[in-house]
């Protein structure tokens, strides 16, 4: 692979990503290159879900307890909330930091990131929506990718190109809706005309009903063709299936669906109620 010949403009030795699956497809990008570069671990946290006025708060690490049963979050917890209190103290005129304005958890993570940089700070920022991805993910037709957690290796050739350096600044409105997702505090953040908003908790919900009927279903099933459902869309939303799994716990025990077996999403069934 050849960064430069495809458009490398800058001279940054690090990287951030807002998620694990990127980080790890960015680093294989890099060996690959044979480029020595660090990635600085995507965040496991998905700020697109849960309270977000403080992220390091004891309401958020109980949500995630709660709520998505902790996960790699909550297991490392005291690395998740030095993450968020260093980067007022990070340079940033050498970090790659990479996002996807069209996808929820990208976009929430680098607005949180971008919320506690000095207001003079400059940062080189490469948004993925501004490329033109796509990939073919199992039998399913070529798809447009709009996160970073789905590009593969050699898409990241390309993508070094939409790195720029930007001033923080420049962000103001984008920053000023973010502090009222924050004040606002909601369980959801979603797409709507392109900007952020806030959502109820039973936003997905409808779309988990279209794939439910008398007969029982895997719960896997359930969830993976409502997350494909949701990211076909003409703004497409990306969400969780640890949420989706979660709603699902709310419906049975709200008596409005039916559910046999235990575990994982794999080994449960699920049905409307009769």
């Not at 900007?195 to 279209?210: H, P, T």
């Not at 029982?216 to 640890?242: C, H, N």
């Not at 949420?243 to 080994?267: F, P, Q, S």
Request: aromatic residues 10%; charged residues 30%; glycine residues 6%.
């Amino acid at each position: 692979m050849d960064f430069q010949a495809h458009g490398w403009q800058t001279a940054a030795m690090r990287h951030l990503c807002f998620s694990m699956s990127g980080a790890e497809s960015l680093c294989e990008a890099l060996r690959d290159a044979e480029r020595d570069e660090l990635v600085i671990r995507g965040l496991f946290d998905d700020l697109s879900m849960g309270p977000i006025n403080d992220v390091c708060s004891a309401e958020r690490q109980a949500w995630l307890q709660d709520i998505l049963h902790g996960g790699d979050v909550f297991a490392d917890w005291d690395a998740h909330m030095h993450f968020w209190s260093s980067i007022n103290l990070m340079q940033t005129d050498d970090v790659t930091i990479w996002y996807s304005s069209r996808n929820a958890r990208d976009y929430c993570g680098f607005l949180e990131f971008l919320r506690r940089l000095p207001a003079d700070a400059d940062l080189i920022a490469a948004n993925i929506a501004d490329g033109n991805f796509s990939a073919k993910f199992g039998a399913e037709a070529e798809q447009p990718i709009y996160s970073t957690g789905l590009l593969l290796p050699h898409h990241w050739v390309s993508a070094f190109a939409l790195a720029r350096m930007r001033a923080r600044r420049e962000y103001a409105k984008e920053l000023e809706n973010w502090e009222r997702l924050r004040e606002e505090n909601a369980p959801l953040r979603v797409f709507r005309d392109g900007r952020l908003i806030s959502a109820k908790e039973d936003f997905y919900d409808q779309g988990l009903f279209r794939h439910l009927s008398d007969r029982w279903r895997k719960v896997a099933y359930v969830v993976g063709r409502t997350m494909m459902d949701f990211s076909d869309m003409p703004e497409p939303q990306m969400i969780s299936d640890l949420w989706l799994d979660h709603r699902i716990n709310v419906l049975v025990d709200a008596g409005m669906i039916k559910e046999i077996g235990e575990g994982d999403m794999r080994h449960r069934e699920i049905r409307l109620k009769a």
